[in-house]
């Protein structure tokens, strides 16, 4: 936990990180946790959006697009990424896919009491897939993301970044 | 109706230097190629999703041609993909569909509502501007070159016979010669991609 001067995660910092990281398309589906990053990274014009329906559809994008040479990145909700767990398996694990998803923690709430099932089952379904993750709650945790992109370059896997800053500072 | 198989034999004789994604017509593609090093035949990693790898391949190497060859199953698992295709609209993408109107390697189960739907119907009005069907080889093979010498993204149904798989997927003779990470890596070397 950081302290209370940066208590929020800004999204030009992990603007910045994806940058910093060679990010080049950001396939995305919208959730509560990154409207105001969605600005960010529609005004840059080094960065592709590539907007999906559903999450799933993500992986086999993202699949492709690092199949052909880009350095794609996702960006959904814990509730995508539940939905996706076929993709993330066959597309994404199957093709030893080294891409980072950022993943909204809808429903977190740090002490571990849950009014939210999307909250209860994120964690024990990243584990369940075995995969690495880190979580980040506020600008003092963003080397992590960078710690994150790393990891899957070297391990050619799926790493998740949970966003546990709901309401905060991906939103005005 | 089409034979898969001879359909891809035609289309051979026209992929020029595509990339060829060639999803479950994968076992009559295979033996067909002989540019294996810019084909992926993937497989079936997770059903519904060669649209979005086909999307991404042609995004990421837009001066390059890929062609997929889908299937209806596919594409009913995945219907919104055809939108995000239609946003994206890569002129390099060409999206045919392998329509045996059935789960061909669960048994044969019809698809729901096998008969009665416009697949081209439904990708002209997710945002293709162009849109074919096809149900017999001799039209196919008089407007392919067309198809290809055009722009894409477009999106070409082909109604061919199910070749329905009833033995156990573990006896089933094995069609793939290399792995998913040769394919990729086998493209990225032709192409000069850097991995």
Redesign the interface.
């Known amino acids: 936990m950081s302290d209370a001067s940066s208590n929020v995660l800004s999204p030009d910092i992990v603007h910045r990180e994806m940058k910093q990281n060679g990010v080049t398309?950001v396939v995305w589906l919208p959730d509560s946790e990154t409207n105001w990053l969605y600005l960010l990274m529609k005004a840059d014009p080094d960065l592709?959006l590539?907007?999906?329906?559903?999450e799933?559809?993500?992986?086999?994008?993202?699949?492709?697009?690092?199949?052909?040479?880009?350095k794609?990145i996702i960006l959904i909700q814990n509730t995508g990424m539940m939905e996706s767990g076929?993709?993330i398996?066959?597309?994404l694990m199957?093709?030893?896919i080294p891409v980072v998803l950022m993943v909204g923690y809808r429903g977190y709430t740090r002490h571990g009491v849950n009014k939210d099932t999307a909250a209860t089952y994120t964690e024990r379904f990243i584990n369940a897939f075995g995969l690495q993750y880190y979580l980040v709650e506020s600008d003092a945790d963003a080397p992590r993301i960078s710690i994150a992109f790393k990891e899957a370059d070297r391990t050619k896997r799926p790493v998740v970044i949970l966003v546990a800053d709901e309401f905060h500072g991906f939103n005005r | 109706m089409m034979h898969t198989a001879e359909l891809l034999e035609f289309f051979k004789k026209h992929r020029g230097d595509a990339v060829v994604i060639p999803g479950r017509g994968g076992r009559h593609w295979v033996p067909i190629s002989d540019k294996p090093s810019l084909d992926l035949p993937m497989g079936d990693p997770a059903m519904g999703g060669h649209a979005g790898f086909g999307l991404g391949v042609a995004l990421a190497q837009p001066k390059r041609k890929v062609v997929l060859f889908d299937s209806e199953g596919d594409v009913l698992m995945s219907l919104g993909m055809l939108v995000t295709i239609a946003e994206q609209a890569p002129k390099n993408f060409y999206h045919f569909m392998l329509d045996n109107a059935c789960y061909a390697t669960t048994g044969g189960q019809p698809v729901p509502n096998a008969e009665n739907v416009d697949y081209a119907a439904i990708a002209r009005g997710a945002g293709y501007g162009r849109a074919h069907a096809f149900t017999e080889i001799e039209d196919f093979k008089r407007e392919l070159p067309a198809i290809l010498d055009k722009p894409g993204p477009v999106f070409v149904a082909l109604r061919v016979y199910p070749e329905v798989q009833n033995e156990p997927i573990g006896k089933r003779r094995p069609w793939q010669t290399r792995t998913k990470q040769e394919t990729i890596d086998d493209m990225r070397r032709e192409l000069q991609i850097k991995a």
Do not use: K
């Open positions: 398309d592709r590539v907007g999906v329906s559903r799933g559809h993500a992986c086999s994008i993202a699949a492709g697009l690092s199949a052909g040479g880009r794609p076929d993709s398996r066959g597309w199957g093709l030893d």
